[in-house]
């Protein structure tokens, strides 16, 4: 895989939901996409999952709006420091053999500084 940037004016939030028959009756599921457009149109390009429930996309949404327009001071302040999930590992057997994250340098002072 390849990392890759988009201007955050060609991205979209996307709910979706889906229901269908299951062993024990009828099952549902929804969640939230980021939806990339080309520049200056709504024509979808690429997709991808934010969230695995619309609850957690909202949230996840809202918090990635607040800092893309006001920045990382607008951010709620959180009572526990933010994981590191390349160092830290704890116990889990697939966090210790996943692959390290390795960002291109621009792209990493990119998505650490300010908009």
Avoid: C
């Amino acid at each position: 895989m390849k990392p890759v940037s988009f201007d955050w004016d060609d991205l979209r939030a996307e709910s979706w939901g889906q229901i269908g028959i299951a062993a024990g009756g009828i099952a549902g599921a929804w969640g939230v996409d980021i939806a990339v457009v080309e520049p200056g149109t709504n024509h979808v390009i690429d997709r991808f999952r934010l969230a695995g429930s619309n609850t957690d996309g909202i949230n996840l949404w809202a918090i990635a709006r607040t800092y893309m327009q006001q920045g990382p001071d607008a951010l709620p302040k959180w009572p526990y420091p933010p994981r590191d999930w390349n160092n830290d590992v704890g116990l889990n057997l697939a966090r210790k053999l996943a692959p390290r994250v390795k960002w291109p340098a621009g792209m990493d002072i990119e998505s650490r500084s300010a908009p």
